[in-house]
């Protein structure tokens, strides 16, 4: 671990360093991020002043919801988007040669190389939202309730990465994998909404199949009702499936992987 670890800080140092060479590009992604997230809390702030509940959710219980989701994002955004949407691009020009060569597992090195620290800093701003409404609610979690979150919180970047994976993956069957790509993101737009709003087969598809609203939805529960042993249980397993998912479809990829040379 501490070998992995300080490849991964050689990879942040040297992002760092480009970042402070164009402070000028930094700054603008920052501000489009923020800009995104203020629409999205801005449209829940329109939305609760035309009715007091959506799906037995208060506005400030959404905005805690959707504060969440954004925290999630922000660190999968943050640690991990650039390079596996980079990887795709790699596997089709055959510049993905360069992480077999490098001294660690390949899966590890082609999805951490790059760290985007625009993301990074606005997980503060989402870690803000998520107080602020928890404040506007009188919560008063326990120590406990706070760990059992910030592991949530985890197992949601680790889902959602594994999502992520699975997403690029067929690009070492097939020549071009972006329809495939762009589904990520529609399916992204899921874990804003309360899990409650889904009825039958949409239930079945985004809560059980694809926990992509359960997501978000199981640490904002913590924080709203404290601990339930089933939800917790149920996240932590999935994400234990989901990962062992993608490291399997990852490693059968990467057989059918032609390199540059042959």
């Known amino acids: 671990m501490n070998h992995y670890f300080r490849l991964w800080l050689t990879s942040a140092r040297y992002c760092i360093m480009r970042t402070l060479m164009f402070r000028a590009d930094f700054f603008i992604w920052a501000l489009v991020e923020l800009f995104w997230m203020a629409v999205n809390l801005l449209m829940v702030s329109v939305i609760y002043q035309h009715t007091d509940t959506v799906a037995g959710w208060t506005k400030y219980q959404m905005m805690l919801l959707v504060g969440t989701s954004l925290l999630i994002q922000r660190f999968l955004m943050g640690f991990f988007w650039s390079s596996i949407f980079e990887m795709g691009r790699n596997i089709r020009s055959g510049h993905f040669d360069f992480f077999l060569a490098q001294p660690g597992n390949v899966m590890f090195m082609a999805t951490t190389r790059k760290i985007d620290p625009d993301s990074m800093i606005n997980s503060l701003v989402a870690l803000s939202v998520v107080i602020y409404a928890a404040r506007q609610l009188g919560l008063d979690p326990s120590a406990t309730d706070l760990a059992l979150y910030a592991l949530l919180v ?103 992987y032609s390199s540059a040379s042959s």
Not at 190 to 208: C, H, Y
């Open 154 to 256: 985890v197992c949601g970047v680790i889902i959602h990465y594994s999502m992520l994976v699975l997403c690029i993956t067929p690009a070492f069957w097939i020549t071009s994998a972006q329809g495939i790509e762009g589904s990520y993101f529609t399916l992204s737009e899921f874990s804003r909404l309360p899990r409650q709003a889904f009825r039958g087969a949409a239930n079945i598809a985004f809560v059980w199949i694809l926990p992509v609203v359960i997501v978000s939805n199981a640490p904002a529960s913590i924080l709203l009702h404290g601990f339930d042993a089933g939800i917790v249980g149920w996240v932590l397993a999935i994400t234990v499936l989901w990962f062992g998912l993608a490291v399997f479809v990852f490693q059968r990829g990467l057989r059918r």
